[in-house]
DNA sequence: TGGGCCGGTCAACAACCGTAGAATGACCAG
DNA sequence: CTGGTCATTCTACGGTTGTTGACCGGCCCA
């Protein structure tokens, strides 16, 4: 319930109705709310295999994939929760700090951390609006479709050089 | 106040407290408070200008530049009460999705609605990261750099062809 | 047989919410 | 002076929320 209405409109009531129980019980076993929504947002660290500077990218995408064929549904509610409630916001930015440091430390660029967070900011983008937006096409595509679209992205944002194809438009005329 | 704390934290007495008068004379002038987001959360429609097909890549980064320094406050309300509100979540709906049918219509290839999709997801995780979460280096980056580093990204989403030096890994060995 | 744990329910509390309506008072037209 | 509009406040209602503590029944152990 926290992962489909968020931390607000989730009620404690509602939990126990839905598990055929009564909200003392819930109460019982989770001393207050924010403890339980602690326990349903516990996710297990989810950390990057520490690939060397060069793979960051496959390691990305293959973190990436495997996120795009099923999201615990503790993370979903993490995320559902994390622009409206300041724990959900913390545990957020505690998951997300560390991976991006270790991205930002297998760019060789001196912008390295800024690369690192439009990594981070693509991954959740894709993220929120597959699982909880489910806008667009994005809802239901492939997993394996998604992730070769997105190769190229994510291979540019972390070389060093541009390829030499990307051209920026002429300034003038 | 919903644009920092969302819908459902942000009360009718608190925002009558804010301008110093009395949460009566809120209701008096805004009849509920749906009533109340509507207005604060009415964007001007935001259209990107309907460029032609091979130049939706510059519309598409001129519309971020111009929203990383300085997105209005109506539309952070919106993306922040997105996720637990049906009525922000509609109201998002609305305006991305014409947006999404205009840049599907401008990439040549079969897959064009998922190259939209990901553009858009994009842009929202980017925006959502600078504004909302201020997480990472993307809180306070120029809209310049962000712009620059972004481009070949997109090129790549909306070009009918990768760019060549973009290669897959090798599947063995 | 008795007594303590344990899963569970019930009723209630205080706080807060959105909302409604009556009351107050200032201002201005006649 | 009067009456009416207007901005504003006050009080209150009904509902929901998180949380609490008393109560109850079954089960196991002595």
Known sequence: MFAELGYERTTIRAVARA????????MHYFDSKDNLFSRAADLPADELPSGGGEEIVEVLLASLSGRLDGEPVASLAVLRSMLTN???AER???AAEPQLSQITTAIPTEDAALRASLLS??????????YLLRLGRLAD???DQIIELLRPCFQTLAAAEMPPSTVRPASAS
Do not use: K, N
């Open 121 to 130: 900011a693509i991954v959740h983008g894709v993220i929120i609006e597959r």
């Open 141 to 143: 595509a492939s997993p």
């Open 92 to 94: 957020y930015r505690a």
């Open 86 to 88: 300041t724990d959900a």
């Open 19 to 26: 598990a055929g129980v009564d909200a003392g019980l819930v």
